[in-house]
């Protein structure tokens, strides 16, 4: 997660926070602020193609999904890539369909975590909304 604030002299400062962020996973911070000197605050979710291989790399390596699951998400995400770089979002979304069947397959036999479902299941959702 980075959170990028903007000092009132025009100074940008970004932090960033690693980890696996989900509806299970939480992770506190603070950010402080003058109310009086804030003109307006947003928190936006970005999801991205790199953002979900790093998710699904993430929770391969914390034993939240099987290798086949890990290596068929992977590829598909990847080509799904490919199909959104060359314009084409009808191949793009047709491979993310495919990545969700594999999804909801896994979660149906157990071998991926109800969390790990519910954060890939998120990002895939969010990237056939581009």
Do not use: P
Not at 51 to 70: C, E, G, M, R, V
Not at 108 to 118: F, G, K
């Amino acid at each position: 997660m980075n959170t990028e604030t903007l000092q009132t002299n025009g100074t940008a400062s970004l932090k960033t926070f690693s980890g696996v962020v989900g509806n299970s996973y939480t992770k506190q911070f603070t950010l402080e602020y003058k109310k009086d000197q804030v003109s307006s605050m947003e928190d936006v979710t970005v999801t991205t193609f790199d953002s979900t291989l790093s998710d699904i790399s993430n929770l391969y390596k914390l034993k939240k999904i099987n290798i086949f699951s890990y290596e068929s998400l992977t590829t598909l995400v990847k080509t799904a890539e490919e199909n959104y770089k060359h314009k084409n979002k009808i191949l793009m979304k047709a491979t993310l369909k495919l990545a969700e069947s594999i999804l909801k397959a896994a979660n149906q036999t157990r071998t991926i975590s109800a969390d790990a479902y519910t954060i890939l299941s998120a990002d895939i959702n969010a990237l056939m909304a581009q």
